[in-house]
Structure formats: structure tokens, C-alpha cells
């Protein structure tokens, strides 16, 4: 074999390597490209996961999702974090996000509602009418209200604005046990670390050893509002579809299954 001959077959044989490789590139990012991310409020995570799973046995597509609090969401978000989908347990955190241009506004909707309860250990019989006049701080006594972070945790911020409407809480501040979101809140009144506890209905439901000791009014706060939108830079179409599917009728009953409400 000629010294040329040889020099143009490992030309020739470095061109095919280069090929394959930019192919299996493509093929790889295709194969990304295919997995749909999306960042949800923490309470929403037995419901979208059935909804999300249904959506994959129709479709055959797959799905990541990240769940915590809406406040740390959005923040991710902001920090450049990737998703393609954002469902938010207030309007205040899809806001925040739409304010920086973040959000595609076409793709968005007030999707569920849901209600605020006191939770307390399943032992606890008691049963509390939650009304102006509530001696919440006798009924706590050395022990502390379990709720998500006031100032930012939608959960805690609709329990401060109810137990702020009642007259009640000046006499409890002091004695508030903050969770960096709803599910965390639970989880201290399940092991027993608190003896009461502000959680959405959807959340006090997932857990035995919890029970619902009573329900906030619906008047004592705003409404309950989890909004759904695409991330203005997702280009993932497999995103479309799922955000279509979770709009869609076929998700109505196995988010109300879970105690949510769906809003048209």
C-alpha cells in the first residue's frame, strides 16, 4: 500500500468518525430534547404525578418533575434553572416571573383551586370551628402551628392572610413553626413535632396519620389559585402536549380525585 494510499484512508476514515460523532450528538439531543421538565408547587405532587403518568402511557414521552415550594421554583426559574412547564400555587409567584418576561402568557391559565385546613395527629379527636374568636393559641399551648414559610410559601401566606382575618394572629405569631413548603409543614404534625398544622385540603388528605381538625372560610383569605404556563425560552414540543393534556378534560377527574378544583 502507497504512503499516499494509507494517508488518504486515515483522511478518509477520520471523516466517518467525525460523521458518527455529529450524528450521535444529534441523536443525543433529540433524545433531550423528548424529556419534558417541569417545576410544580410541592402540593400538587400525588395529582400531577397520575396526570403526568397518563399522559406518558398515551404518549410513550417522558417526564422529570421538580417539586417544592412555588417561591423556590420561581427563584430556580430566574436563575436560569431549565424547565418547560411552571404550575404555581398563587398567581403572586406566576406574576413575578411574567413581570420578568419569563413566562409565555399565551400558554397560561388558572388551572385548579383548593382550600386551606388545620391539621392535627389522627388521635386527636377534637374537632375545631375555625371562626373570629378562636383560641388557637390555648389549643396549641407549648407547642407550635406548623405552616409553610409565611412570606413566601403560598401555603403560609393564605393560613397568615385567614388566621390575620380572624383576629387570631397576633396571638400565635410567636409561636409559628415555618416550613420551607406545605408538604414539610405536614410532615411535622404527622411525626408528631407539632400538634397543629395549616395545610391545603389535597395534602391533609395523602397523609394517615393526619386528620383534618377543621376548615378555613373560604372568605378568610384570597381565592386558591394554582396557575399553569410554558417558560417563554422552552422550544420542547413534547412540552406542548403535555401542557395541552393537563388543560384537557382528561385530567379533570384524576385532579379532583385528589380534592382539587378545576377551574374553567
Excluded at 63 to 72: G, N
Excluded at 85 to 98: G, Q, R
Excluded at 123 to 152: C, P, T
Amino acid at each position: 500500500m502507497s504512503v499516499q494510499w494509507r494517508d488518504w484512508l486515515k483522511y478518509f476514515t477520520a471523516i466517518l468518525a467525525a460523521i458518527s460523532l455529529a450524528i450521535s450528538f444529534q441523536i443525543n439531543q433529540a433524545q433531550a430534547v423528548e424529556k419534558v421538565t417541569v417545576f410544580a408547587a410541592a402540593s400538587l405532587k400525588n395529582a400531577l404525578d397520575e396526570v403526568t403518568s397518563a399522559w406518558k402511557a398515551e404518549t410513550g414521552k417522558e417526564v422529570t418533575t421538580s417539586y417544592a415550594a412555588s417561591s423556590a421554583l420561581a427563584k430556580q426559574i430566574e436563575s436560569g434553572a431549565p424547565a418547560d412547564i411552571f404550575i404555581s400555587a398563587d398567581l403572586d409567584w406566576m406574576d413575578y416571573l411574567t413581570a420578568k418576561k419569563l413566562i409565555n402568557e399565551a400558554t397560561r391559565k388558572s388551572l385548579l383551586g383548593n382550600s386551606i385546613v388545620l391539621v392535627t395527629s389522627k388521635d386527636n379527636v377534637e374537632r375545631v370551628d375555625i371562626k373570629k374568636g378562636l383560641d388557637l393559641a390555648g389549643l396549641l399551648g407549648d407547642g407550635r402551628l406548623a405552616m409553610g414559610a409565611i412570606d413566601s410559601v403560598p401555603a403560609g401566606k393564605y393560613g397568615k392572610a385567614a388566621l390575620e382575618t380572624l383576629g387570631i394572629w397576633s396571638s400565635v405569631e410567636s409561636k409559628i413553626a415555618g416550613a420551607e413548603n406545605v408538604r414539610a409543614a405536614l410532615l411535622l404534625v404527622s411525626r408528631g413535632e407539632a400538634p397543629y398544622g395549616i395545610v391545603y385540603k389535597t395534602d391533609a388528605v395523602t397523609d394517615k396519620e393526619v386528620a383534618i381538625a377543621g376548615t378555613f372560610p373560604d372568605d378568610s383569605h384570597r381565592p386558591i389559585v394554582y396557575p399553569i404556563a410554558m417558560l417563554a425560552d422552552s422550544k420542547n414540543t413534547d412540552a406542548v402536549s403535555l401542557l395541552d393534556y393537563i388543560k384537557s378534560d382528561k385530567a379533570v377527574p384524576l385532579f379532583e380525585k385528589h380534592g382539587f378544583t378545576t377551574l374553567k
